[in-house]
C-alpha cells in the first residue's frame, strides 16, 4: 500500500520498523533481531509484519489464517511495548468517525451474494435462499445464524451490550457512563435482507475498493438510501466458491471495513447513502483447517464459516466505523485490535475458547469476545448497560426471522414469503379466505437520534371500503395521543406504498397493522406489511 492514510490517533501511523519497510523496501524479516527489539516501542497490530492488516490498514477486524496468527502471536511477543495499567486487552472508545461508534440500534443485517458463480437460487423448506454452486451448503447456514441471533435465550451476543456511544461518551473511555447510547440486546434476530447479486461473475480477486463499490450497491438495492437508513444497516459480502477476495487466501479468513475508509484500496468508496458498514466473507472453507475447518466440531465443516461470520458482525456492532468505536490503545500485542480480535482461535475447552452455541432454532459453533467489565474472553455474558431490545426499540420489523416474533397477534397472521416487499418475508395479516379483523402490534421506545416511523403495505381488497379496509394506528403511551398512520384503505392491484408518521426519541409507543374482512365469501381482504423501521 502507498500513502496508509491512517487517521489521527485512532489510526496510529505505522513507526518503528514498519516505517523503516515502508520506506527503503526491506523485508521486516530480514532485519537482525537486535535492532529490531530496539525499535519495539509502539508497535500496533498493524505493523506486526505477520498481520493481515499490515500495509492493508484498511482490513479492520481481519481474522488471521490459525497458521498466521501464531506468527503473530511469536512476533509480538517479542516486540510489543510494556501494557497499560488498565490490562493488555482493555478496550477504549475511539470518540467516533461521523458521530458514530457502535451500532446502538437494532442490527439490520444484509447478505448479499456477490456473482453469478454462486449459481442457480433456490429455496429450502426455512425459506433460506440456496445455490447451486454452494458446496458445502454455506449460504443457508449464514442465513439461519443471523435469523437466530438474540433468539432462544442466548447470551454469546449480550457481550455487546457493554458497548456505548453519543455525546455522553469521552475519547479514551474503558466504561460506558449511564447515560450513553447502548448496544441493545438483539432480541428476535436481525436478519434483515437477501440479495443475489448475479448481474456479471464476482472477480477472480476482487479489491478492497471493488467490496466496499458492492455493499454500497446493496444499499440502494434494498433502499436503504439515507444516512438514517444505514446507520443501523450491515452488508455482508459473499464471495463464492474457487474466488479469492482481497488475496485471502493463506492470509486471513474475513474483515470489516466501512465505505468512507480512505485506505481502502483505491481510497473511500463514493456513496449518497451515508456511511456504510461491510464485510468481507470470503468463502473460506477453500482455505480448510486454516481457516477453522474442524476447530470446534467433526467434521465442523462450516465451524470458521460461522465463526468468522461472528467475529466480524460482533465487531462491527463495537466498532461500526473503524476505528471510531471500541479497540486496544493499551501499547501491548493487543494494540489497535478490537473485542473480537482479542479472542481469535482460543481452543474449544480452554477459558474463553470458542464453541457451539445454541440459538432458538439452531446450534452455531462461534468464538468468544472480549469484555471489558468481566476482564476476560465471554462466550456468553449477562445482558447489561444496553438492556433488551424487546423493551426497547421496535425489533423484526423486516420479518426476516421468518416468524412474528417481537409481536402481538390477533386474528389470522403469519410471516409469509409472498408477503415480503424486500428480503424474504414480510407478514401476512388477515387471509386469502373469509376471516374477521386482524392484526400485528409492537410496543417500543423510539431511540435517541431517531424521529420517524416507516412501514411498507400492500393490500389486496376486492370489496368495498364500507365493509373491508387495512389501517393503521401509533398510538404515543408517553403523551397519551393515538395518530392514525394509514387511514382506512381498500384497493386491488395498487401495489406496495410506504406510510411514516412522527416519534419523539424517548417516547414509548404501540403500533398497530390490521387489516379488517367482514367474513364474506367471495371479496376476502388481506394486507401485507414489511420493512417496519424507527429511525
Known amino acids: 500500500?502507498?500513502?496508509?492514510?491512517?487517521?489521527?490517533?485512532?489510526?496510529?501511523?505505522?513507526?518503528?520498523?514498519?516505517?523503516?519497510?515502508?520506506?527503503?523496501?526491506?523485508?521486516?524479516?530480514?532485519?537482525?533481531?537486535?535492532?529490531?527489539?530496539?525499535?519495539?516501542?509502539?508497535?500496533?497490530?498493524?505493523?506486526?509484519?505477520?498481520?493481515?492488516?499490515?500495509?492493508?490498514?484498511?482490513?479492520?477486524?481481519?481474522?488471521?489464517?490459525?497458521?498466521?496468527?501464531?506468527?503473530?502471536?511469536?512476533?509480538?511477543?517479542?516486540?510489543?511495548?510494556?501494557?497499560?495499567?488498565?490490562g493488555s486487552k482493555t478496550l477504549s472508545y475511539g470518540g467516533g468517525v461521523d458521530g458514530i461508534g457502535v451500532q446502538s440500534g437494532h442490527s439490520k443485517v444484509y447478505l448479499v451474494f456477490y456473482g453469478s458463480q454462486w449459481g442457480t437460487r433456490g429455496t429450502d423448506g426455512n425459506g433460506d435462499a440456496t445455490f447451486s454452486g454452494d458446496p458445502d451448503g454455506a449460504a443457508p447456514v449464514a442465513q439461519e445464524m443471523f435469523k437466530d441471533i438474540g433468539t432462544g435465550n442466548e447470551r454469546w451476543s449480550a457481550d455487546l451490550t457493554q458497548w456505548c456511544d453519543g455525546p455522553n461518551v469521552s475519547a479514551g473511555a474503558t466504561s460506558?457512563?449511564?447515560?450513553?447510547?447502548?448496544?441493545?440486546?438483539?432480541?428476535?434476530?436481525?436478519?434483515?435482507?437477501?440479495?443475489?447479486?448475479?448481474?456479471?461473475?464476482?472477480?477472480?480477486?476482487?479489491?478492497?475498493h471493488q467490496l466496499g463499490a458492492e455493499a454500497v450497491k446493496a444499499a440502494g438495492h434494498f433502499g436503504n438510501t439515507t444516512a438514517a437508513s444505514n446507520r443501523d444497516a450491515y452488508y455482508v459480502i459473499l464471495s463464492p466458491h474457487n474466488t479469492n477476495p482481497d488475496s485471502y487466501q493463506g492470509n486471513y479468513c474475513a474483515w470489516h471495513d466501512w465505505n468512507g475508509d480512505t485506505t481502502l484500496t483505491g481510497g473511500a468508496v463514493s456513496s449518497s447513502y451515508g456511511d456504510i458498514a461491510f464485510s468481507n466473507q470470503p468463502y473460506n472453507m477453500d482455505s480448510g483447517a486454516g481457516c477453522g475447518v474442524g476447530f470446534v466440531n467433526s467434521p465442523g465443516t462450516?465451524?470458521?464459516?460461522?465463526?468468522?461470520?461472528?467475529?466480524?458482525?460482533?465487531?462491527m456492532m463495537s466498532d461500526q466505523n473503524p476505528a471510531g468505536g471500541w479497540t486496544n490503545h493499551t501499547g501491548s500485542s493487543y494494540n489497535g485490535q478490537e473485542n473480537s480480535d482479542e479472542c481469535a482461535w482460543l481452543s474449544p475447552g480452554t477459558t474463553g475458547g470458542a464453541a457451539n452455541v445454541t440459538m432458538g432454532t439452531g446450534t452455531f459453533a462461534e468464538q468468544a469476545s472480549w469484555s471489558n467489565d468481566t476482564n476476560s474472553c465471554a462466550i456468553s455474558h449477562a445482558i447489561v448497560g444496553g438492556g433488551s431490545s424487546s423493551g426497547g426499540t421496535l425489533t423484526n420489523g423486516t420479518f426476516e426471522t421468518g416468524s412474528l416474533s417481537s409481536w402481538t397477534t390477533s386474528g389470522t397472521t403469519s410471516a409469509s414469503?409472498?408477503?415480503?416487499?424486500?428480503?424474504?418475508?414480510?407478514?401476512?395479516?388477515?387471509?386469502?379466505?373469509?376471516?374477521?379483523?386482524?392484526?400485528?402490534?409492537?410496543?417500543?421506545?423510539?431511540?435517541?437520534?431517531?424521529?420517524?416511523?416507516?412501514?411498507?403495505?400492500?393490500?389486496?381488497?376486492?370489496?368495498?371500503?364500507?365493509?373491508?379496509?387495512?389501517?393503521?394506528?401509533?398510538?404515543?403511551?408517553?403523551?397519551?395521543?393515538t395518530t392514525t398512520l394509514l387511514a382506512k384503505t381498500c384497493t386491488q392491484g395498487a401495489g406496495w406504498k410506504q406510510v411514516s408518521g412522527t416519534v419523539t426519541a424517548g417516547h414509548n409507543y404501540t403500533l398497530t397493522l390490521t387489516n379488517k374482512d367482514d367474513n364474506y365469501v367471495g371479496d376476502a381482504t388481506y394486507t401485507y406489511y414489511d420493512d417496519v423501521t424507527v429511525s
Request: hydrophobic share 35%; aromatic share 8%.
Open 1 to 86: 500500500m502507498g500513502d496508509p492514510h491512517i487517521r489521527g490517533a485512532v489510526r496510529a501511523t505505522l513507526t518503528g520498523l514498519a516505517s523503516l519497510s515502508l520506506l527503503t523496501g526491506v523485508a521486516l524479516a530480514s532485519i537482525p533481531q537486535a535492532e529490531a527489539a530496539t525499535q519495539a516501542a509502539g508497535q500496533t497490530a498493524r505493523s506486526n509484519p505477520y498481520s493481515p492488516s499490515y500495509q492493508h490498514p484498511y482490513r479492520h477486524g481481519a481474522i488471521p489464517t490459525i497458521q498466521r496468527h501464531a506468527k503473530m502471536k511469536s512476533w509480538a511477543a517479542q516486540h510489543s511495548a510494556a501494557a497499560a495499567a488498565t
Open 176 to 208: 460506558c457512563p449511564s447515560n450513553a447510547n447502548f448496544i441493545p440486546y438483539q432480541s428476535g434476530g436481525v436478519l434483515s435482507g437477501v440479495w443475489y447479486d448475479n448481474s456479471a461473475a464476482s472477480p477472480s480477486a476482487a479489491t478492497g
Open 302 to 315: 462450516l465451524d470458521g464459516w460461522t465463526m468468522t461470520l461472528g467475529h466480524e458482525w460482533q465487531e
Open 417 to 481: 414469503t409472498s408477503a415480503a416487499h424486500s428480503g424474504s418475508y414480510g407478514a401476512r395479516v388477515g387471509s386469502s379466505s373469509p376471516t374477521n379483523t386482524s392484526s400485528i402490534s409492537q410496543s417500543f421506545t423510539a431511540p435517541s437520534g431517531t424521529s420517524k416511523v416507516s412501514f411498507w403495505y400492500n393490500v389486496t381488497c376486492p370489496d368495498t371500503l364500507t365493509y373491508d379496509w387495512a389501517t393503521a394506528t401509533l398510538q404515543d403511551t408517553t403523551a397519551g395521543t
